[in-house]
């Protein structure tokens, strides 16, 4: 059955209407020293049948596993109501309303998650979702620089403790827009931004300043001092923060003096699966003066002549299709399906459930840092307190330690070498509320074994 | 019918100007406010910025629409009308009084190109066709 609507006729007579030979011809205005000649040959394509077994096949290799490895994607228990009510027809088609009144259902949903997430970053206002966490990030960043204007100079301090990826999706996205950005290190003793790494850099001009919490290697930042510090410089303070996390540590909102002025992240933790890897969506909060400069779409409500509830999209004149290239970004949509799988999680969760996953992730944490005291060579290398992720120096090569944890079905970490080689053989480990006391012997026990079995690989290596 | 005061100078671009000695005053039209509807956000110039004929230099939004505001002549900025910040709806009340602007000290003594109160009439007659 042809999936593609138009027969060898229609395009034909398309291509005779507006008097051209071929579709070919289309693309004669591109110069063709930008066109690629030969693209590499792509895949035949399979059947249904054969695609399905295919996916199956690569969706088996994530299962069974006992997973350690957090770093910007964490598993959760994910209670099955929340994706059998997301998987209703209703919802599971819904697209972002472009005949937004007549989707009142959709509109709620939203409204319901904005106040949600609002409420638990202590902020006045949030939009209906963006892509991810690190696309958020740098929608941020550029939210600063349009509330900034005035300044000239548009600098955003981040500091290294940021995740990898989220600075590499802001650099690749601010770099076009005369947007400079300076790299702010942490203290090694500590894995966090102190008063002094702040020194170090000796910049002015700031036009905000991103503060991750807990930072990419689970530790906890000093937010007060951060924000106070941001803010005196005359700095937007952006926080980039785990959304479960904030249910038991002080929100965005409540950072410093006068609170962070915008929060962004990955909102996967809350009831999205990890589903090797995506779809996943990122959230953005403000306070209430800046929100004319967030972009996306805000769902409000109101009431209609009859004085009866009702939603409706909000602020809509600064989005694209009305403000064309002056909007606040191209960003009109949103990840309403992952979206609503959050909103019937934390409606599921409540503040006090959220709270008690919160500390049952931190508890497994504690519990873990004790067994590993007696893992000699591994040392939890940060000394500042934790969410439920840490940094461990291992005394053979990461790659080899993760290979034979993988014996076991073990997930071992996230390899942090790539993108921190000054740290040496280190690695990051998280323990969610989904790992249980025998999963974390299990794990520290198959580490001492890996860590101190002679074997010609580490012989080697060394 | 649209007001369209016999002593102010006007833009195509829907701004109106008055002078008082050295100092312009600026504001939208009623024509332009009515095509608008209730004004619910207006961003001004900077003050002591300097803008040429023609730039834009602020925003007005209503509830269905943004239009930019096109500076009617070139000079600079002496002050701006803080209280829409807060009250944009004065511009829909009384667009010709306390819905103005920006006041600019022009840069130049003869302010040119401007329409008359009957020529901009015609303009919006024309363009309503």
Not at chain 1, 108 to 125: F, G, K, N, R
Not at chain 1, 286 to 299: E, M, S
Not at chain 1, 395 to 415: C, D, H, R, T
Not at chain 2, 95 to 119: C, I, M, S
Request: with cysteine.
């Amino acid at each position: 059955m042809p999936f593609i609507p138009h027969t060898q006729q229609d395009v034909t007579e398309m291509l005779d209407t507006i008097g051209i030979k071929s579709i070919e011809a289309l693309f004669d205005e591109i110069p063709a020293n930008l066109r690629i000649k030969n693209l590499p040959p792509i895949l035949s394509s399979l059947t249904e049948m054969e695609l399905a077994r295919f996916m199956r096949e690569r969706a088996k290799q994530d299962e069974g596993l006992l997973c350690f490895i957090g770093a910007g994607a964490y598993e959760h228990h994910i209670p099955a109501v929340v994706w059998d009510v997301t998987s209703r027809g209703e919802f599971l088609t819904a697209y972002t309303p472009y005949q937004a009144e007549a989707s009142q259902g959709t509109l709620q949903l939203l409204y319901e998650y904005q106040t949600m997430m609002a409420s638990l970053m202590a902020l006045d206002v949030s939009n209906a979702s963006l892509y991810d966490g690190a696309s958020a990030l740098a929608e941020a960043v550029l939210m600063a620089v349009r509330l900034h204007r005035k300044n000239k100079i548009h600098r955003i301090l981040i500091p290294l403790s940021v995740h990898p990826f989220y600075r590499q999706v802001v650099k690749t996205i601010a770099s076009q827009q005369d947007i400079e950005l300076v790299s702010v290190p942490f203290d090694s003793a500590t894995g966090c931004v102190s008063r002094e790494s702040l020194e170090k850099i000796a910049v002015n001009d700031v036009t905000a300043f991103v503060i991750p919490q807990p930072n990419f290697f689970g530790a906890l930042e000093d937010v007060d001092m951060l924000t106070d510090w941001a803010h005196a410089q005359g700095a937007f303070a952006i926080g980039a923060v785990n959304p479960l996390a904030m249910s038991l540590l002080k929100a965005p909102g409540q950072w410093g003096k006068n609170g962070a002025d915008i929060a962004c992240g990955e909102g996967q933790p809350l009831g999205v699966p990890l589903a090797s890897g995506g779809p996943y969506y990122g959230f953005l909060c403000c306070k209430k003066d800046f929100v004319r400069q967030l972009p996306g779409r805000i769902v409000g409500r109101t009431v209609d002549q009859g004085g009866k509830q009702g939603f409706v999209l909000t602020l809509q004149a600064r989005e694209q299709h009305i403000r064309r290239a002056k909007a606040t970004s191209n960003i009109c949509t949103n990840q309403g399906l992952l979206v609503t799988a959050s909103t019937i999680y934390m409606s599921l969760m409540g503040p006090q459930g959220l709270r008690r996953i919160a500390a049952a992730c931190h508890h497994n944490l504690q519990l873990l840092q004790d067994k590993l005291k007696h893992v000699s060579e591994a040392k939890i290398i940060f000394s500042a307190a934790a969410f439920h992720e840490i940094v461990l120096r291992l005394s053979k090569p990461v790659e080899y330690v993760l290979q034979e944890l993988a014996k076991y079905n073990i997930q071992g970490g996230f390899n942090l070498k790539k993108y921190y080689p000054e740290l040496g053989e280190c690695l990051s480990v998280c323990v969610t509320e989904t790992k249980t006391t025998e999963d974390i012997d299990l794990f520290v026990t198959q580490l001492n074994e890996a860590l101190i079995t002679k074997n010609n690989v580490c012989v080697h290596a060394q | 019918m649209n007001n369209i005061p016999k002593t102010l100078k006007y833009s195509r671009t829907h701004e109106w100007v008055r002078q008082d000695d050295e100092i312009l005053t600026v504001g939208i039209t009623d024509h332009a406010q009515c095509m608008l509807g209730d004004l619910v956000y207006v961003e001004l110039p900077e003050p002591e910025s300097s803008i040429e004929m023609g730039q834009e230099c602020g925003v007005v939004e209503s509830v269905k629409a943004a239009a930019d505001i096109y500076s009617p002549v070139s000079g600079e900025i002496i002050e701006i009308n803080e209280a829409l910040l807060d009250s944009p709806q004065l511009v829909n009340e009384d667009p010709y009084g306390k819905g103005w602007l920006f006041r600019l000290r022009p840069f130049e003594n003869k302010v040119a190109g401007l329409l008359t109160a009957d020529q901009y009439s015609k303009q919006i007659a024309s363009e309503a066709h």
